[in-house]
Antibody, heavy 117, light 109 residues
Framework: QVQLVESGGGVVQPGRSLRLSCAASGFIFSNSGMHWVRQAPGKGLEWVALISYDGTNIYYAKSVKDRFTISRDDSKNTLYLQMNSLRSEDTAVYYC??????????WGQGTQVTVSS | QSVLTQPPSASGTPGQRVTISCSGSSSNIGGNYVYWYQQLPGTAPKLLIYRNNQRPSGVPDRFSGSKSGTAASLAIRGFRSEDEADYYCAVWDDSLSGYVFGSGTKVTV
């Protein structure tokens, strides 16, 4: 069955960087587009980024563009989110999701990122 | 605030029909597919409806989606206590060149 496991979250100071990973299994990863979606404490869902199945099409939310980079390594069945210049407002649970039709059908359990001095 | 407007809360009585609205514009709902997600407390979201009115396998037919113009809605027929959750609409926005989620609706008994 489809399984997505996020990792790499933690506590980081403002202005620093962090890289999240999402290990995928149970489906042909190289055939699937992938999303990152986040949820700040007590808030709603916010779409972050999308990478197409072949990596040629990438989209970002305005709030993270030029600071975050989504990428994938099909040889490792792993999705990444490189987060630079982190701000307090980036504090959230970050979910990866397998793209089906347009938006995620399957989601990981999430990884917590806290940006604080 | 989100470009998609949802009521912050809704309530239902067991067995009743509950409807949640999602209002947008021509750059999002008006020209693209709408999705609906359910999020139970402390868990990841679950896909309920894709492409306006399609249910993934395993989602009960008590849940249905519809779209008209720049608005969409999710209906829960025969409301149950286990349907207490947060519900989000989502859609591609042509002006933003990205996806957007509604602000969410908390549904309680």
């Amino acid at each position: 069955q489809v399984q997505l496991v996020e990792s790499g979250g933690g506590v980081v100071q403002p202005g620093r960087s962090l890289r999240l990973s999402c290990a995928a299994s149970g489906f042909i990863f190289s055939n699937s587009g992938m999303h990152w979606v986040r949820q700040a404490p007590g808030k709603g869902l916010e779409w972050v980024a999308l990478i197409s199945y072949d990596g040629t099409n990438i989209y970002y939310a305005k709030s993270v563009k030029d600071r975050f980079t989504i990428s994938r390594d099909d040889s490792k069945n792993t999705l990444y989110l490189q987060m630079n210049s982190l701000r307090s407002e980036d504090t959230a649970v970050y979910y990866c999701g397998k793209r089906e039709w347009e938006l995620p059908s399957y989601w990981g359990q999430g990884t917590q990122v806290t940006v604080s001095s | 605030q989100s470009v998609l407007t949802q009521p912050p809360s809704a309530s239902g009585t067991p067995g009743q029909r509950v409807t949640i609205s999602c209002s947008g514009s021509s750059s999002n709902i008006g020209g693209n597919y709408v999705y609906w997600y359910q999020q139970l407390p402390g868990t990841a979201p679950k896909l309920l409806i894709y492409r306006n009115n399609q249910r993934p396998s395993g989602v009960p037919d008590r849940f249905s989606g519809s779209k008209s113009g720049t608005a969409a809605s999710l209906a829960i027929r025969g409301f149950r206590s286990e349907d207490e959750a947060d519900y989000y609409c989502a859609v591609w926005d042509d002006s933003l060149s990205g996806y957007v989620f509604g602000s969410g609706t908390k549904v309680t008994v």
